[in-house]
């Protein structure tokens, strides 16, 4: 999803469709209860387009199969959530040493991981952010003088040596400002999967702490899907994918805090491209899983091509599949079976023998 300036851009070169996309985009538009860093207002625009989505994302979470590795997993993202924050280690490091990190990148990752596991054994809310917060810092973090007692008490800057990306909120302000994203978690009738892109975006806009604020904000946004039923979310590394496209996941960030309308009354907030972004951040990491988590056999390989040749209408059961896996009853009844589990398949036990269809999704 294009941000609204780039379909002026686009407007401008005379491109009708933009046009007519922008104008959309404006009707099909609801106002959040979130205010912007100088008193913005904040929507989310093209919300029929999002729900849309959010369904297509559905249906393939459905068939997102039930992880064995989920605490390698829960490893594997807390790595990439670090590293996005500048830890420099590796995964096959972490697994010897997660239990006694040594230096400051290992310890980064290790409280990551803890401060993960954390937030699936309880809901994240205004009452135990800083504890989540202490476990994903503790001993390394920077801008010690401004942690506060429970949000940052100074000032922070987002950027580089060279240059201010994001001037966050001013202190005096942290606190309103997180007691209505809270409020919204709690009150919104919005689907789960966009509240909780919405609470990623305006944590990282708000930055309640002085460091680790990136880690915090990942971590709480998937332990909000988790409880709110997306309990397979534990198996799908979003930090992972997000690691692979750092400038991307920057961009998307700085274009969404620019202010729309800045010479007119209203002054505004589109957040939508940044939902839109973590939709495929969502869906890549749940195709990452589904290919990690299914590493066929060879059996099953000859089966699904067997029935792929014959389309969506193919139906096979074990005797059926016995001569095309050359294996025993109880073996190609194993094969089958775990192609069900993984989402490949469907079983129809309303009759004798089983019938194996092809998932009409997939």
């Known amino acids: 999803m294009d941000t609204l300036e780039k379909l002026d851009y686009r407007i401008k070169a005379g491109i009708k469709e933009a046009e007519a996309e922008k104008e959309k985009r404006l009707k099909d538009r609801i106002k959040l209860p979130l205010q912007g860093l100088n008193g913005e207002k904040l929507y989310l625009t093209g919300i029929e387009y999002l729900n849309i989505r959010v369904n297509e994302l559905k249906e393939i979470y459905i068939n997102v199969p039930a992880s064995q590795r989920v605490s390698s997993v829960i490893l594997l993202d807390a790595h990439a959530s670090a590293t996005i924050e500048g830890a420099r280690t590796t995964v096959e490091r972490m697994q010897h040493c997660l239990q006694a990190p040594e230096t400051k990148d290992e310890i980064m990752v290790a409280n990551t991981f803890k401060g993960c596991m954390y937030a699936y054994e309880h809901k994240i809310d205004g009452n135990n952010i ?42 005096s302000d942290i606190q309103k400002m997180m007691d209505s994203l809270f ?19 305006y944590f990282i806009y708000v930055h309640p702490f002085c460091d680790g604020n990136g880690r915090t904000a990942r971590t709480i946004n998937s332990s909000q899907l988790y409880f709110d039923g997306f309990e397979k979310i534990k198996s799908i590394a979003m930090a992972t994918a997000i690691n692979r496209d750092i ?3 920057y961009k998307v960030i700085s274009d969404c805090e620019k202010v729309i309308d800045k010479k007119k009354k209203e002054k505004w907030i589109d957040i939508s491209p940044f939902v839109d972004y973590m939709f495929g951040i969502f869906e890549e990491s749940m195709t990452d899983t589904a290919l990690a988590d299914n590493i066929l056999t060879e059996p099953q390989k000859k089966i699904l091509d067997k029935m792929n040749k014959v389309g969506l209408k193919a139906e096979i059961t074990v005797s059926n599949a016995m001569k095309i896996t050359k294996l025993s009853y109880s073996s190609t009844g194993r094969a089958l079976n775990k192609l069900a589990n993984d989402g490949y398949l469907t079983i129809d036990n309303s009759k004798r023998p089983y019938i194996y269809r092809l998932y009409p999704h997939l």
Do not use: C
């Open 183 to 201: 409020a919204f978690v709690n009150d919104t009738k919005l689907d789960p999967l966009i509240k909780s892109f919405v609470f990623h975006f």
């Open 130 to 171: 800083r504890e989540l917060w202490d476990i994903i810092v503790e001993n390394v973090f920077d801008n010690e003088k401004s942690a506060g007692t429970f949000y940052r008490n100074g000032m922070v800057y987002v950027g580089n040596a060279n240059q201010v990306i994001h001037t966050p909120a001013k202190v």
């Open 247 to 249: 400038t991307g996941y």
